[in-house]
């Protein structure tokens, strides 16, 4: 018992130049051994407890030889959360290489190596029902292939942001799809470039709408973290599901679009049931997503740019009665007794304000502040030069989206002159209204 620790392989940029021979090690994490791993394999399970779940952590492509940086905050992370086994499924001989080809063509590999060790834990009395997989960008397709060697019989699949290069438009068979486990739920983070744009399993999830992640680099000049940043945020929003600092609440929606307008972010009563939430415990909708036909759901949320990634929802209802038509943008600030304040990020399209007709901004804050004393508004047409309009407006609510019971907030009568913060208090709305 006195052998070392087992570390994940570690390369240098000199083995991606000259490619790097598949070799799968098989890292086994414990409660009991959470920081010393132990390697397995398929004859020698170390302290492998088949009675218990079991996690796989599978990685993708590795252009420098580097271990992961987030492989040990996820191993910590799924640990805390559950007591189970977790195993690292390490290939970094393999997915290294400077050629995303090389490593994308030992995938199916990869797989029979894990079908053969989860056949070993069947045969010692494991359940197919009890193996998690997670798997980041190549190691996403790579969980595909064993689930579907095992007719979709395992639990679960988690799969975050899937490679989309060589494997977008492909059949089922060489990707992951929805038939390959119980449940297969998928974050999608960079659709644009080294992510999957299309659906794969039965929810996927879509943040900021899937391609640019808020606090990533917009050009190359951002570095190295310019290309995988985006990728990478996947995997940061599936970690904070396993802290407890706060829940992403996600929106079945046909188009991102339609989320930024409001149209899908009423869900049914209770709210629980139809808006899943991000992460570890998206299992929960399981049988409620699986009902549907076909079961497969996009669903749609907005995250901030760091952790926590929580972002707090509010409806913003505006009735006007300006005699023209008026397009711009609100700003809208709140704060609360303590003097702490947040601001929204509205940036969708220019909102149309139409006489005596309601429009429903969804407004986005960083902070979620319980008891909102003021709020600052101000309208935009967007345009520096020319009159300076006005937007006048009859009554505006305030609600929150999470927490509905709260009290909603009222303003009658208020005259918005462009590019002015206007700050007034809010009184709470009659209860009885329309
Ligand atoms: C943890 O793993 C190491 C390496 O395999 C082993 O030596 C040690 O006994 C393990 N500790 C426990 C508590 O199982
Ligand atoms: C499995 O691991 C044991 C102990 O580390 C080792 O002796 C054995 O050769 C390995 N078997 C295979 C098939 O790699
Ligand atoms: C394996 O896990 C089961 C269920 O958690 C537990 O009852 C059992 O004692 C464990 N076996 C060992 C050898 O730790
Ligand atoms: C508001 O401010 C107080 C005092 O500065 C701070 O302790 C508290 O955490 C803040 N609340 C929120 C929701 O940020």
Same mark, same amino acid.
């Given at each position: 018992?006195?052998?070392?620790?087992?570390?994940?392989?570690?390369?240098?940029?000199?083995?991606?130049?000259?490619?790097?021979?598949?070799?799968? %090690?098989?890292?086994?994490?414990?409660?009991?051994?959470? =920081?010393?791993?132990?390697?397995?394999?398929?004859?020698?399970?170390?302290?492998?407890?088949? !009675? %218990?779940? =079991? /996690?796989?952590?599978?990685?993708?492509?590795?252009?420098? *030889?580097?271990?992961?940086?987030?492989?040990?905050?996820?191993?910590? *992370?799924?640990?805390?959360?559950?007591?189970?086994?977790?195993?690292?499924?390490?290939?970094?001989?393999?997915? /290294? !290489?400077?050629?995303?080809?090389?490593?994308?063509?030992? /995938?199916?590999?990869?797989?029979?190596?894990?079908?053969?060790?989860?056949?070993? &834990?069947?045969?010692?009395?494991?359940?197919?029902?009890?193996?998690?997989?997670?798997?980041?960008?190549?190691?996403?397709?790579?969980?595909?292939?064993?689930?579907?060697?095992?007719?979709?019989?395992?639990?679960?699949?988690?799969?975050?942001?899937?490679?989309?290069?060589?494997?977008?438009?492909?059949?089922?068979?060489?990707?992951?799809?929805?038939?390959?486990?119980?449940?297969?739920?998928?974050?999608?983070?960079?659709?644009?470039?080294?992510?999957?744009?299309?659906?794969?399993?039965?929810?996927?999830?879509?943040?900021?709408?899937?391609?640019?992640?808020? *606090?990533?680099?917009?050009?190359?000049?951002?570095?190295?973290?310019?290309?995988?940043?985006?990728?990478?945020?996947?995997?940061?929003?599936?970690?904070?599901?396993?802290?407890?600092?706060?829940?992403?609440?996600?929106?079945?929606?046909?188009?991102?679009?339609?989320?930024?307008?409001?149209?899908?972010?009423?869900?049914?009563?209770?709210?629980?049931?139809?808006?899943?939430?991000?992460?570890?415990?998206?299992?929960?909708?399981?049988?409620?997503?699986?009902? %549907?036909?076909?079961?497969?759901?996009?669903?749609?949320?907005? =995250?901030?740019? +760091?952790?926590?990634?929580?972002?707090?929802?509010?409806?913003?209802?505006?009735?006007?009665?300006?005699?023209?038509?008026?397009?711009?943008?609100?700003?809208?600030?709140?704060?609360?007794?303590?003097?702490?304040?947040?601001?929204?990020?509205?940036?969708? +399209?220019?909102?149309?304000?139409?006489?005596?007709?309601?429009?429903?901004?969804?407004?986005?804050?960083?902070?979620?502040?319980?008891?909102?004393?003021?709020?600052?508004?101000?309208?935009? /047409? *967007?345009?520096?030069?020319?009159?300076?309009?006005?937007?006048?407006?009859?009554? &505006?609510?305030?609600?929150?989206?999470?927490?509905?019971?709260?009290?909603?907030?009222?303003?009658?009568?208020?005259?918005?002159?462009?590019?002015? +913060? !206007?700050?007034?208090?809010?009184?709470?709305?009659?209860?009885?209204?329309?």
């Amino acid at each position: 018992t006195d052998e070392a620790c087992s570390s994940f392989t570690r390369l240098s940029f000199h083995s991606a130049v000259v490619g790097t021979e598949l070799n799968v %090690k098989l890292l086994l994490y414990t409660r009991k051994n959470l =920081t010393c791993a132990q390697t397995v394999n398929s004859t020698a399970f170390g302290n492998l407890n088949v !009675t %218990k779940k =079991t /996690t796989f952590i599978v990685h993708g492509f590795r252009l420098t *030889g580097s271990p992961p940086v987030w492989i040990g905050d996820l191993v910590d *992370g799924l640990l805390f959360v559950e007591d189970m086994n977790v195993v690292v499924v390490d290939w970094n001989r393999g997915a /290294t !290489t400077v050629i995303y080809t090389h490593a994308a063509s030992k /995938t199916k590999k990869v797989a029979v190596v894990l079908k053969e060790f989860i056949d070993q &834990m069947l045969a010692k009395g494991a359940s197919l029902d009890n193996i998690y997989m997670i798997g980041v960008s190549l190691g996403a397709h790579i969980s595909g292939f064993v689930g579907e060697m095992y007719d979709g019989q395992l639990g679960r699949i988690t799969g975050l942001d899937p490679a989309g290069p060589l494997f977008t438009g492909s059949p089922p068979q060489d990707r992951l799809d929805p038939s390959d486990a119980q449940f297969v739920d998928v974050i999608h983070s960079d659709i644009d470039a080294l992510g999957y744009r299309e659906p794969l399993g039965n929810i996927d999830f879509y943040p900021n709408g899937g391609s640019d992640q808020p *606090g990533c680099p917009k050009t190359i000049f951002g570095g190295f973290q310019y290309f995988k940043c985006d990728h990478q945020r996947s995997v940061y929003l599936y970690l904070s599901s396993l802290t407890e600092d706060c829940t992403i609440t996600a929106y079945p929606c046909d188009s991102y679009r339609d989320y930024r307008s409001g149209k899908c972010v009423s869900c049914l009563t209770p709210q629980k049931e139809s808006c899943p939430l991000l992460g570890y415990y998206a299992d929960h909708w399981k049988d409620y997503l699986k009902e %549907k036909d076909p079961p497969m759901t996009k669903a749609f949320f907005d =995250t901030a740019e +760091e952790k926590p990634f929580c972002m707090y929802h509010y409806f913003v209802d505006i009735l006007t009665w300006n005699k023209n038509i008026r397009r711009g943008d609100i700003t809208i600030k709140l704060r609360d007794k303590a003097g702490n304040t947040t601001e929204s990020k509205i940036n969708h +399209e220019p909102a149309t304000f139409q006489k005596y007709h309601q429009v429903s901004l969804l407004a986005r804050f960083n902070q979620d502040l319980d008891k909102v004393a003021a709020i600052s508004l101000m309208f935009s /047409t *967007g345009s520096v030069v020319g009159p300076k309009y006005k937007l006048r407006i009859l009554r &505006m609510k305030l609600r929150s989206l999470a927490h509905p019971e709260r009290p909603q907030l009222c303003r009658y009568d208020l005259v918005l002159t462009e590019n002015v +913060e !206007t700050v007034f208090q809010p009184i709470l709305c009659p209860k009885l209204q329309m």
